[in-house]
């Protein structure tokens, strides 16, 4: 398969550790994926659904203690601890080697090991980056299939010299007590035992895509970041294209695979969908930011998904899609979640493989739910009806503008403009959503994301945000950013903003904002839109609706600086970039005028 000495040496010292009876080199060819799939529905790992209903699609069921991403099984492991930052659990690398060989040596007797080579990005792209990874888990090989590009070309790509990530995962016993995600930045090195959940063993999705590469990105002077990228082709025909951050629950998915307005649709607007998740980016030689996303299909979360919320991503799912934790509806052996439709199946089986009633369904009880509420879909990129055409760009796309967003009640409009890069980087430091009473029992509690990278930076998040300000200092154009918040709330609780494809009018006045087309207001927190510059053709809400969820409130504001100056302290506390003490500095004196 390679001559690539650092590459064999790396199989061969895991198959020394694991001890595994064979090796299975992963070559990309549908045939040995389909020979996998049988395999898996044969012992029972995958369950084979109905192939006229949703051709090529499986479900698979995880342990029920091993259902989502563990922030606190989750490391950093660089010699210095500072370096990790106060918001990363961090080990000592030598700990963390000693501890982790301790439980995977001999954990693959009985059981092949699976080396994947596999390319983060379009292989052969100054994007993209090779990673090696080794596995007992079928699943994990045929999810990697989707979500990454596979096979023996990652390896010519390589070459015999080149350097690659890499990657280790034995599923162990499933022990949640002895479960570890461990990432070595200075050694380029991913760790995971005792999972076989999607987010802590596909290892080229955050742990290698955000993780260790925002890292690599901070010492070769490109960027990581968790963002989703969409085109918008305007009237004209001219495309232009967004990157936005937003932590979960904040609509990210939907925003990327949005469908316009009918308005909207009539007078020739469009979106593409790039990426729904993670964003490379580097600085052109025109001046400008371009992005790629180095991810090759979806990994969705199920509950809430339906032809409303998201068509599009609902399509995706419907040829060579892995489905896990959803509910199989034995009838016609297709899958269910709650939030698809409003016609659950008779007979079904829950996600724990018990027989389900549907009729003992509380929603206000998780635990009676026939989906898992973090179930997943891993389904191919190119199902998506509105999949841009510069997908597989080598080049990626040239961004206009980068867009944080939050999920907040009350105090941020609408939307709002940075008055700069600098002071962007601040609005992406300070995002912030309220705890619902549903997630947390307690309601308005303020949990800071900052650039929706909060459980994803692989090093000190004051580091982090340094990095940003330096990366603005190479761009001679840089995008301009911004900041959405969809979600501001009535007196009675109510969402004021529709949301969903009505977002598409901030998008537009964002965009024209981009093109000096519209001028805009100057606040306390930055550049807020006229009401009359926001396209309502169609929309039910009226002038005073719309200037009160635009309305910038300087008293909530300075109250919101001294709660921002209390998370800089006690969270973060060193290495915050002067430029945003300053822009602290600059928001408390504008509340006071």
């Excluded at 390896?155 to 007590?177: Q, R, T």
């Excluded at 050694?187 to 260790?212: E, P, Q």
């Excluded at 016609?332 to 996600?351: A, F, Q, Y």
């Amino acid at each position: 398969m390679t001559n690539n000495q650092k590459v064999l040496k790396f199989v061969e010292d895991s198959a020394a550790l694991a001890l595994p009876d064979e090796i299975v080199w992963i070559t990309g060819e549908e045939s040995q994926l389909d020979a996998l799939r049988a395999e898996a529905v044969k012992t029972g790992e995958l369950i084979k659904l109905n192939d006229e209903l949703l051709p090529g699609c499986y479900l698979h069921r995880t342990k029920v203690n091993d259902v989502a991403r563990v922030e606190d099984r989750t490391f950093i492991c660089c010699k210095n601890k500072e370096d990790a930052g106060p918001i990363n659990y961090w080990m000592d690398p030598r700990q963390a080697y000693e501890l982790s060989r301790e439980i995977a040596r001999g954990r693959m007797k009985g059981k092949r090991m699976y080396v994947i080579p596999y390319s983060m990005g379009v292989v052969g792209s100054p994007f993209s980056k090779i990673g090696i990874e080794v596995t007992d888990s079928i699943y994990v090989v045929l999810n990697m299939a989707i979500m990454t590009r596979v096979g023996t070309m990652c390896l010519d790509a390589l070459g015999e010299d080149g350097d690659f990530i890499k990657g280790f995962h034995a599923s162990c016993d499933i022990d949640a007590e002895k479960r570890y995600i461990m990432h070595f930045p200075e050694d380029n090195t991913i760790i995971s035992v005792n999972s076989a959940y999607g987010g802590n063993v596909l290892l080229g999705k955050k742990c290698f895509a955000l993780r260790i590469a925002s890292n690599l990105g901070r010492k070769e002077g490109w960027m990581a970041e968790h963002m989703l990228i969409l085109g918008v082709t305007l009237p004209s025909g001219e495309k232009k294209y967004v990157a936005a951050a937003f932590p979960s629950a904040c609509g990210k998915t939907n925003l990327a695979m949005l469908i316009p307005p009918k308005s909207f649709l009539e007078k020739g607007y469009s979106i593409e969908c790039v990426g729904d998740d993670i964003a490379w980016i580097r600085v052109g030689e025109d001046g400008r930011l371009w992005a790629a996303n180095p991810e090759n299909g979806f990994f969705g979360v199920a509950p809430g998904t339906n032809v409303k919320s998201n068509p599009n991503a609902l399509a995706a799912t419907q040829k060579g899609t892995i489905f896990t934790n959803v509910a199989l509806n034995t009838d016609n052996m297709t899958v269910w979640w709650e939030g698809l439709d409003k016609n659950p199946p008779e007979h079904c089986i829950d996600w724990t493989g018990k027989p389900w009633d549907y009729k003992k369904y509380d929603k206000r009880d998780k635990s009676t739910c026939a989906a898992h509420p973090n179930s997943r879909f891993t389904a191919p990129a190119k199902n998506c009806p509105c999949v841009s055409p510069e997908f597989d760009s080598k080049t990626g796309v040239p961004l206009s503008a980068i867009i944080f967003g939050g999920r907040r009640a009350t105090t941020t409009p609408l939307v709002y403009q940075s008055r700069d890069w600098n002071h962007g980087v601040f609005v992406g430091s300070i995002m912030s959503s309220e705890t619902t009473a549903a997630a947390t029992g307690a309601v308005g509690v303020l949990r800071h994301d900052p650039m929706a990278m909060k459980p994803f930076a692989g090093y000190h998040m004051g580091d982090y945000w340094q990095h940003w300000i330096d990366m603005g200092k190479k761009v001679s154009n840089p995008p301009k950013i911004f900041n959405v918040n969809w979600f501001r709330t009535d007196a009675e609780g109510n969402f004021i903003w529709p949301g969903f494809g009505d977002n598409m009018r901030v998008l537009k006045w964002i965009i024209d904002r981009c093109d000096g087309k519209v001028d805009a207001e100057e606040t306390a927190i930055g550049y807020v839109p006229h009401a009359e510059d926001i396209d309502m053709e169609g929309l039910d809400i009226d002038r005073a609706t719309l200037e009160s969820i635009l309305y910038v409130d300087k008293a909530r504001w300075a109250k919101e600086a001294e709660e921002i100056q209390g998370y800089y302290t006690n969270s973060i506390r060193s290495r915050i970039p002067q430029e945003l003490w300053d822009a602290l500095a600059t928001l408390k004196k504008n509340c006071e005028e």
